[in-house]
């Protein structure tokens, strides 16, 4: 497509007030954009143009594709978005897929035709899907058939979904039908290199999503500043890891950094301790991105399992404990390269190169950011005092359409709700976050929406949900339940509230410890008083 098709505005239209963006920062040579880029030049048809094709990029257990393999079927996938299923430039498309290469095909498709990406993880429920359909205003989703009945029970609840095209499908319509005769070459649509082309939802600490909008630049600058400055991969590498796409942690670790530098990536499904345990032997990857409680699950079950290709292990999405740097150190030679992002910034902004890690510290600014620790007014507060994170630099939070814009930026820096204190080194040490979200083996649960969810079943009066330390999974959610009168709060009472939360929202998010009480701790204004549920 030509610069002259008409682009769809809602992006730009709802972009907060350019008073309310945090200041960017493009200080660093290597973070020197055009005015005019299209990310996916960058991460895939320059390697095409320049000989690179025949590199292996896409490995999963059933399929391996080279560069040119991926960039012909994005081609392909291109001119259905555009010639057959009518998108625009602007348009917004939802995705839905566990991690394989048809998802990542999908993907680049859409940014390269122009589309703006709002990725959904395999595992939410339709009534979690209706919210970023309906916020976003997504006419069109790209979905994998084996993850048809949810989108398709979201429906009735987000009348904006015109219409649904399902991948990984033999069917007629399906999409790989659709690409059967289109070409393979497609001329990257003329975007600007500020122009929105993902949208990423998070579960947010009052259950209500808010989406977080990027640029093409911003795909960019995180692999030259964290990839280029911190991991500093090389083409050949080969990553692997157990975050979904729909996270910005899992797209970064998983497609941006390895496409950024011509190296490959193997995809998994299902990519839990025991999967990764025997997915590093047989692909031989050298790079691994999951959480500290997936490294800790592995170290139990590591014996006899053969991990020697590995040379860095990216640890993020919780704090990392020192027992299981040691422990990891200790078992396989590498230090774990722990590390801080968000989805409002895209991905990790406080980080260290291996040789420079201070046990137990999260790490410095990574080049090309810089982060202080404030008080309540904004003020730096001394070093080796407890604060608020505030962090600025080549990305920055921009909501959609969301008021709470002005609380997460303050002054022009982001204020991102951890806690930390700054040594008189520079390090950063991380001590808490901030608000009630509760992070369970990387995953971010809101608490008001598990209660929201328990809300619904006709036992329960109130109920309030905390997260609780566990030593496997960093944090569990723990549920305090006042039930109706008529109803026991036993063993089979806590496994029937459970199995309803699962069915209801995503399976991760349900209560995994219930606790029955007769009220629950309130203020005399009549609010919850969740520290009195802590202790």
């Known amino acids: 497509m030509s610069a002259s098709v008409t682009r769809d505005s809602f992006a730009e239209q709802n972009l907060p007030p350019r008073a309310e963006w945090p200041d960017l920062i493009f200080t660093r040579p290597e973070l020197q954009y055009p005015a005019r880029l299209n990310c996916v030049s960058a991460f895939l048809d320059r390697w095409v143009a320049e000989g690179h094709g025949a590199a292996p990029c896409l490995i999963s257990p059933?399929?391996?594709?080279?560069?040119?393999?991926?960039?012909?079927?994005?081609?392909?996938?291109?001119?259905?978005l555009v010639g057959r299923l009518g998108m625009r430039p602007g348009h917004r498309v939802l995705l839905r897929s566990a991690n394989n290469p048809m998802m990542v095909a999908c993907y680049l498709a859409v940014l390269k035709a122009g589309g703006i990406v709002v990725a959904t993880m395999p595992m939410l429920r339709a009534g979690e899907l209706s919210y970023p359909i309906e916020k976003a205003r997504i006419a069109l989703a790209l979905c994998d058939a084996r993850l048809a009945e949810d989108l398709e029970a979201a429906r009735p609840l987000a009348p904006t979904l015109q219409r649904i095209v399902y991948f990984n499908s033999s069917a007629a319509d399906g999409l790989e039908a659709l690409c059967a005769e289109a070409p393979a070459e497609f001329a990257a649509h003329d975007t600007a290199a500020d122009e929105v082309c993902l949208i990423g939802f998070t579960s947010g600490t009052t259950g209500q999503p808010k989406g977080t909008m990027h640029f093409h630049r911003d795909l960019l600058a995180v692999c030259d500043a964290y990839g280029g400055?911190?991991?500093?991969?090389?083409?050949d590498d080969c990553f692997i890891g157990s975050p979904p796409l729909a996270f910005t942690f899992g797209l970064g670790g998983l497609v941006l950094f390895p496409l950024h530098v011509g190296a490959a990536t193997v995809l998994l499904e299902r990519a839990g301790p025991d999967d990764l345990l025997a997915a590093i032997p047989r692909f031989r990857?050298?790079?691994?991105?999951?959480?500290?409680?997936?490294?800790?699950?592995?170290?139990?079950?590591?014996?006899?399992?053969d991990l020697s290709s590995l040379r860095a292990c990216v640890s993020a999405g919780e704090h990392l404990p020192r027992a299981t740097f040691d422990a990891w150190l200790a078992a396989t030679g590498?230090?774990?390269?722990?590390?801080?992002?968000?989805?409002?910034?895209?991905?990790?902004?406080?980080?260290?190169?291996p040789d420079e890690i201070r046990t137990g510290a999260t790490g410095k600014p990574v080049p090309g950011y810089e982060a202080r620790v404030v008080d309540e007014t904004g003020r730096d507060v001394p070093d080796g005092t407890i604060g608020r994170l505030a962090v600025r630099g080549p990305t920055g939070c921009r909501y959609l359409a969301d008021p709470r814009q002005a609380n997460y930026v303050q002054d022009g820096w982001n204020i991102t709700g951890d806690t930390f204190l700054r040594d008189a080194d520079g390090y950063f040490w991380y001590q808490a976050r901030s608000d009630d979200m509760i992070i369970s083996s990387g995953y971010n649960i809101a608490g008001p929406e598990v209660e929201a969810a328990l809300l619904l079943h006709e036992?329960?009066?109130?109920?309030?949900?905390?997260?609780?330390?566990?030593?496997?999974?960093?944090?569990?959610?723990?549920?305090?339940v006042v039930l109706r009168p008529g109803h026991e709060g036993d063993a089979a009472m806590t496994e029937a509230l459970q199995n309803f939360v699962k069915a209801a929202i995503a399976p991760y998010k349900y209560p995994r410890a219930i606790a029955y009480c007769s009220e629950l701790p309130k203020t005399n204004t009549g609010k919850l008083q969740r520290f009195r549920l802590r202790q």
């Not at 400055?229 to 083409?235: G, K, S, T, Y």
């Open 62 to 80: 059933t399929l391996r594709w080279s560069y040119a393999e991926l960039h012909a079927q994005v081609n392909r996938i291109c001119h259905v």
């Open 229 to 235: 400055n911190i991991l500093r991969p090389r083409p």
């Open 285 to 305: 990857p050298s790079i691994c991105f999951t959480a500290p409680t997936a490294y800790r699950a592995m170290l139990a079950k590591m014996a006899g399992s």
């Open 334 to 353: 590498i230090k774990l390269m722990d590390g801080i992002g968000s989805t409002e910034l895209l991905h990790i902004f406080i980080a260290t190169v």
């Open 459 to 480: 036992a329960v009066q109130e109920c309030a949900v905390i997260g609780v330390a566990d030593d496997d999974r960093g944090a569990v959610v723990k549920a305090f």
